[in-house]
């Protein structure tokens, strides 16, 4: 693989990368961190790239395992996840603008306090819209347990959701 290659196939995949170690580690220097080793891992091993068949599960599965080898290895505190205002424009009252706020930021805080393996199918299938296939290859699980855990999660926080929206929380 030559650099220009590399530059079309693989670091188009870095903020995705991005993501997904950032959501198992919650730290976003430690995220950058690994993402970083992840591209330069996959730069020395270049000349081995043209045997695999998809690059970006490969790259996935290489973030997935460096970050979780990072939650081993260190102890700390995992931060609170904040969300950041959208850049565009909107175009409802500014009550429906902060209800839809609370609810995007509650339910950021349920996923967050998912267990990792749960937290990571969200992830990778309803934020970066993995195939269920892609994502049993890189959890190296069957595609059958990805969808019955993904079905359990979204439950698990559906009913969080009716719970607080039946007592008024949100």
């Given at each position: 693989?030559?650099?220009?290659?590399?530059?079309?196939?693989?670091?188009?995949?870095?903020?995705?990368?991005?993501?997904?170690?950032?959501?198992?580690?919650?730290?976003?220097?430690?995220?950058?961190?690994?993402?970083?080793?992840?591209?330069?891992?996959?730069?020395?091993?270049?000349?081995?790239?043209?045997?695999?068949?998809?690059?970006?599960?490969?790259?996935?599965?290489?973030?997935?395992?460096?970050?979780?080898d990072?939650?081993?290895?260190?102890?700390?505190?995992?931060?609170h996840?904040?969300?950041?205002?959208?850049?565009?424009?909107?175009?409802?009252?500014?009550?429906?603008?902060?209800?839809?706020?609370?609810?995007?930021?509650?339910?950021?805080?349920?996923?967050?306090?998912?267990?990792n393996?749960?937290?990571?199918?969200?992830?990778?299938?309803?934020?970066?819209?993995?195939?269920?296939?892609?994502?049993?290859?890189?959890?190296?699980?069957?595609?059958?347990?990805?969808?019955?855990?993904?079905?359990?999660?979204?439950?698990?926080?559906?009913?969080?959701?009716d719970?607080?929206?039946?007592?008024?929380?949100?």
């Amino acid at each position: 693989m030559e650099l220009n290659e590399f530059k079309q196939s693989i670091l188009p995949l870095k903020d995705k990368l991005f993501r997904l170690a950032l959501c198992i580690v919650r730290h976003r220097e430690e995220a950058e961190d690994i993402v970083q080793e992840v591209l330069l891992k996959v730069w020395n091993n270049r000349l081995s790239l043209a045997d695999i068949n998809n690059p970006a599960a490969y790259c996935t599965v290489i973030t997935k395992n460096a970050a979780f080898d990072r939650l081993r290895q260190t102890s700390y505190k995992i931060p609170h996840i904040s969300v950041e205002p959208h850049d565009a424009v909107d175009l409802q009252t500014p009550q429906a603008n902060m209800q839809r706020k609370e609810r995007q930021t509650l339910i950021i805080r349920l996923i967050a306090a998912l267990p990792n393996d749960k937290r990571m199918l969200i992830q990778l299938r309803d934020i970066e819209g993995e195939s269920y296939q892609d994502i049993a290859r890189i959890l190296n699980i069957s595609e059958s347990k990805v969808k019955t855990d993904l079905f359990r999660a979204r439950q698990s926080l559906k009913q969080q959701l009716d719970k607080m929206n039946a007592y008024g929380r949100i």
